[in-house]
């Protein structure tokens, strides 16, 4: 009995694979419309001037944003479907996961990319702002722990 359940616990999981890999889809579907209409916006309201060619970066950037957590979500799911549904499970060359540590590894290297992100659209907002110092400080520092988990990790 309690092997059976066990053995049904895989489609459990199928579930949060099904959810990670559609809310990724949706995501890039939806940012991807977003960002037509940013540019579409961009150039309607100021044609080719400064002020419209900062939205339209600020706009690309809070979209590369959404891209790398959709993308965080498909990695997730492609991870969780290999090692809890279908081991053979063919993944490209750059998607090793053969554990939790790997699909973990994968997650932090996103967020530090996400973080990355952030500030950079934070310094393009706020261009010549002295308070951006302590944004910039504290997501080095954020970045700095993240870096040192995953080098422990790999020295494991």
């Known amino acids: 009995m309690l092997q059976r359940v066990l053995i049904l616990s895989k489609y459990v999981v199928f579930i949060a694979v099904i959810a990670a890999l ?10 991807a419309a977003v960002v037509a209409e940013v540019i579409f916006n961009a150039v309607r309201q100021g044609g080719f001037e400064l002020t419209s060619g900062r939205a339209l970066a600020i706009g690309l950037i809070e979209a590369i ?3 790398l957590i959709a993308i965080v979500a498909l990695v ?27 699909l973990k590894g994968y997650l932090v290297s996103i967020v ?13 907002e706020r261009a010549g702002d002295l308070d951006l110092l302590g944004l910039a400080a504290a997501l080095a520092l954020m970045i700095a722990v993240l870096v040192l988990f995953l080098s422990v990790r790999r020295r494991e």
């Open 22 to 31: 559609a809310g990724s889809i949706a995501l890039i579907l939806y940012e």
């Open 65 to 67: 944003d959404v891209f």
């Open 76 to 102: 997730i799911g492609l991870g969780l479907q290999r090692l809890f549904v279908d081991e053979t499970m063919p993944l490209p060359r750059w998607l090793k996961i053969d554990d939790l540590e790997d």
């Open 112 to 124: 530090i990319a996400v973080l990355a992100v952030l500030f950079l659209r934070q310094a393009v």
